[in-house]
């Protein structure tokens, strides 16, 4: 008599995610990273094996139903990692348009259920390099999970990256002796946690904040101070929020996704931007986002100035010394969007204090527990669930910190790095941020019915950024101006940690 294959039983917000797929927004977190030269197929699959499948056990499990009608993991008996790998080479034109058309081909087929839910694709002959397409469904982790565990298969120089047996559990374990007392810090701040009557309220200083921010265990402490009573009040919000408001980005979807990305902005020059308006990076991206749809809003013939929309942002609630961990560890936040704003200084000033609202809010969590009940809902409610939660957005919009240096796969420099988050319910756009090697890169991802020229946004991103910088010279200029005019001014200090400021998921 044959063994029964374990299962593990999957979590009830993973179980939310696997079940929000359908036919015109499928829920595959799609990530692309581009390589100097040719990187060697047998190298990478190796490396592949060794630091991706070997490691975590969750990328040669299926999905399965037991006799008790729950959802379980269980490995693939016949998992062959031939069926998730794929070469191909990218036709002509082989630019960064050719690849936006191959990927975009790409993310409008669903995964294989009968297979564990992730592919690779290795793309050559792409300007004289490669780049690494990669698809992993949702339910098997969060971005900020399946971004680390990407990372994972690289190194921070060329010798180690040629090396697929260099243990990608020592890495973790390098990880958390560098964190010191931040770990430990963060450790205390979730022990107090589990004795708290509210765990909600440990997680306010989480809202949109990147796992390598030193402040972070710090805002966490302090916000055990937040009365339960808050959670009473957001959940009123939240059944009381209207559905957004009609725009060129709402409609009736289509099974056609199509993506773009932006050339490579530089971090230093955004930096300073946000400087300059007392911002973080993650306010003058998001400022810049608003005032780029706003662009393509007047461009369209609709009128943005009726009032703001709404996007769906992720907020992390992994602690640090669990980054490694895949599963779904993060809740989802409505910001307002100032696309009813004409002044570029006025749009990022709105957007700080939008942001600076949720950080002292414990609407994540809350919203993270109705994430686990609508997992254990009957399938045609929890979809119903999910386009009730989904009609209060017109976008989804998220921001992930990449490497801050240079970091090489397969004995290659890694050049770019990209993803697209998935959209639920009736949302058509999803807008993707990150930053990488000391630039930033911005992509869309969108239905093709609906947003018919992506590319425009991306140029109004661009020209929105090149007004902040304006705007921010002559403000500084004018700062120095009266500065001089003071006898023995001196200028204001720099921050001494040039990232202490940079925010995202």
Request: hydrophobic share 45%; net charge neutral; proline share 6%.
């Amino acid at each position: 008599m044959a063994k029964a294959a374990r299962r593990t039983p999957m979590s009830s917000v993973d179980k939310a995610w696997f079940e929000m797929d359908s036919a015109t927004n499928l829920m595959i977190i799609n990530g692309l990273m581009w390589f100097e030269g040719k990187v060697d197929f047998e190298l990478f699959t190796h490396i592949l094996e060794k630091r991706f499948i070997e490691r975590y056990e969750r990328f040669r499990q299926r999905i399965v139903v037991g006799s008790d009608g729950r959802l379980y993991w269980e490995q693939d008996p016949h998992f062959d990692l031939r069926a998730h790998v794929q070469r191909v080479s990218l036709p002509e034109p082989r630019t960064q348009e050719g690849l936006q058309n191959l990927v975009s081909s790409i993310i409008n087929e669903p995964l294989d259920r009968r297979k564990p839910l992730w592919r690779f694709f290795l793309v050559e002959d792409v300007e004289g390099g490669t780049a690494l397409f990669g698809r992993i469904h949702h339910c098997i982790g969060d971005g900020i999970a399946l971004i680390r565990v990407l990372l994972d298969m690289t190194s921070e120089n060329v010798e180690d990256s040629l090396r697929p047996n260099l243990a990608g559990a020592d890495q973790p374990a390098r990880r958390r002796r560098t964190r010191g007392l931040i770990g430990s810090t963060m450790r205390a701040a979730y022990g107090l946690a589990r004795n708290s009557v509210d765990l909600g309220k440990t997680l306010v200083g989480q809202t949109l904040l990147t796992l390598e921010d030193p402040r972070h265990p710090a805002r966490i402490a302090k916000s055990l101070g937040v009365v339960s009573a808050a959670s009473t009040a957001i959940l009123a919000k939240l059944l009381l929020l209207p559905p957004d408001r009609e725009t060129v980005f709402k409609g009736e979807l289509s099974a056609i996704k199509r993506v773009v990305w932006s050339q490579p902005l530089d971090l230093a020059n955004i930096k300073q931007i946000g400087r300059v308006f007392d911002a973080t990076i993650n306010d003058v991206l998001v400022s810049a986002v608003a005032g780029a749809l706003r662009d393509y809003m007047l461009q369209a013939g609709d009128d943005p100035n009726i009032d703001n929309i709404n996007a769906m942002v992720p907020v992390n609630l992994r602690p640090l010394d669990h980054v490694t961990e895949l599963g779904n560890q993060f809740a989802l936040v409505y910001l307002p969007l100032s696309v009813s704003l004409d002044d570029a200084a006025a749009r990022l000033k709105a957007t700080k204090h939008a942001m600076d609202v949720l950080k002292q809010s414990p609407e994540p969590f809350l919203v993270y527990q109705i994430l686990g009940i609508i997992g254990n809902l009957p399938l045609d409610l929890a979809k119903q669930a999910t386009t009730w939660f989904s009609s209060k957005a017109s976008t989804v919009l998220t921001n992930v910190p990449g490497p801050r240096q240079q970091i090489y796969f397969a004995g290659l420099p890694l050049r770019q790095l990209m993803f697209w988050v998935p959209q639920s319910g009736k949302i058509s756009m999803g807008i993707s941020i990150i930053s990488y090697n000391g630039s930033v890169l911005l992509g869309l991802m969108v239905d093709d019915t609906l947003v018919k020229s992506p590319q425009l946004i991306m140029d109004h991103f661009a020209h929105q950024l090149e007004l902040l910088a304006a705007h921010a010279k002559a403000r500084n200029d004018e700062t120095v101006e009266q500065a001089r005019s003071i006898p023995d001014q001196k200028p204001a200090p720099q921050p001494a940690d040039e990232h202490a400021d940079l925010t995202a998921q």
